[in-house]
């Protein structure tokens, strides 16, 4: 099951459906991506940034519902500023679909012990549970 993200963009209006939660193939290559960008020199740019990420967002994305997109791989990414936020955008989405991905599923919570029926019984006949009558 997808989950469908609405574009930012003026120019490529449109949705894009994401893997969720992902595969671990796809959790494996954001991992790899990541990697990448962490030996980085650290002086590069946003665009250098974004586009070693981009196959692993590619790795992702379902489908591309935009209205004029033609960039079917991350080397046709377009370098354009409204490209670069696209990316950045998609990058961020991706990260967030990750974490609940990888993230330990939530503790099932201990339920209150009920008392048997027995149970019950005994302490509805015990005269400590009777109420005491004023004198």
């Known amino acids: 099951m997808g989950k469908v ?7 490529w209006p449109g949705t894009v459906t994401l893997q969720s939660p992902l595969y671990l193939p796809q959790a494996a290559a954001w991992e790899a991506a990541l990697g990448v960008v962490e030996d980085l020199p650290a002086r590069v740019t946003h665009r250098t ?20 997109w033609q960039a079917s791989s991350p080397d046709q990414f377009p370098p354009t500023d409204e490209g670069v936020e696209l990316a950045a955008w998609l990058v961020k989405e991706v ?21 048997t029926p027995s149970e019950s019984m005994a302490m509805a006949e015990s005269p400590s549970a009777a109420p005491s009558s004023a004198s």
Do not use: H, N, W
């Not at 993200?5 to 120019?11: C, L, M, N």
């Not at 940034?49 to 004029?68: H, K, M, Q, S, T």
């Not at 990260?95 to 503790?107: I, L, M, R």
């Open 5 to 11: 993200i609405a574009s930012p963009s003026q120019r």
């Open 49 to 68: 940034y974004l586009a070693a990420l981009l196959p692993a967002v590619y790795a992702c994305i379902e489908r591309f519902d935009l209205a004029g």
């Open 95 to 115: 990260a967030v679909v990750y974490a609940e991905s990888v993230a330990p599923p939530p503790k099932a919570s201990t339920p209150t012990p009920m008392p």
